[in-house]
């Protein structure tokens, strides 16, 4: 008896002690990261909204023939039922996975509906990770444009999809959240890998007309790096935040800021012009 009451009396004590606000350093880096992360959700549902659009009603109307009437008249091959059912579940589930994905990393949903959050997170991880084998039979069955380097980076893409949901699952399951969230986060920067790509290649024609990329055959040097860079500049960005989070200098935590504000600018710059250039004009 004795014990709780003392500790419902600290618990009192500490609510009525006002919480000292956090260093600046940690405020900026805070604010940053808020910051991107509100410019890539509103991007990624921009994209979410224009692959709607334009692949549910040509297949809710023709079936897997409607694919031929979409930005991938490539996707429907007569005879290939496999393959074609592959693409259509690719794209569908793609509209899950990027338009929930956003929710799952937002901390007043994840706090004020946990339940919410738990059975979301098990339907992403899951279609994420049937996508994720889709397209690996895609890529291997059907080609991509840029050759072996774009089989080779799709493929390790899809290959970290599953490694990591693996991963936050087990995080989860073991109540370790802080872990969980970490995994999370890499998942979600893997799984964007595709929106990153769009943005990323119209943020570069916009800034330099399209240096090192060959329009006819979609090669060269700049493509040869986005294939790669979709996934690896999105962890790294994502690992500097995490590594300044835990450092006490207060140069890491503005360095690593100052970047995420660098790639907001960009995010925002890269999303205008995939939407005034990509897809807004194919939805009129």
Known sequence: MATATQTLLNEEI??????????????????SGIAWF??????????????????IPELAQFGLPG?????????????????NLAIASHVLVAIIIIGSGPLQLTPHIRNRFPAFHRYVGRVYILMA???????????????????MVGHLAISLDAV???????????????????????????????????????????????????????????????????????????????????????????AVKFAVAAGLTLATGVTVMGTFAATMGMWFPRLL
Do not use: C
């Not at 009525?16 to 880096?29: A, E, G, I, N």
């Not at 890539?40 to 709607?52: K, P, R, S």
């Not at 990770?129 to 050759?147: C, M």
């Open 14 to 31: 500490n609510q009525s002690v006002p919480r000292q606000p956090k260093p600046w350093p940690d405020r900026m880096l805070g604010y």
């Open 38 to 55: 509100l410019a890539a959700a509103i991007g990624q549902w921009i994209f979410v909204l224009y692959v709607a659009v334009q692949y």
């Open 67 to 83: 694919l031929l009437n979409t930005t991938l008249p490539e996707g429907y091959v007569a005879g290939d039922l496999i393959g």
């Open 129 to 147: 990770s049937v996508t994720s084998v889709a397209g690996l039979y895609l890529v291997w069955t059907r080609g991509v444009p840029g050759g």
């Open 160 to 250: 970290l999809i599953l490694a990591f949901g693996a991963l936050a699952i087990n995080f989860a399951i073991r109540r370790q959240f802080a872990r969980h969230r970490q995994w999370a986060m890499r998942l979600f920067m893997v799984v964007s890998a595709v929106w990153f790509f769009r943005i990323g290649l119209m943020f570069w024609f916009m800034t330099t007309g399209g240096i090192g990329v060959d329009p006819e055959t979609f090669e060269g040097p700049f493509l040869t790096f986005m294939y790669f860079g979709q996934m690896a500049i999105p962890l790294l960005m994502l690992e500097s935040y995490f590594l300044a989070q835990r450092s006490k200098k207060h």
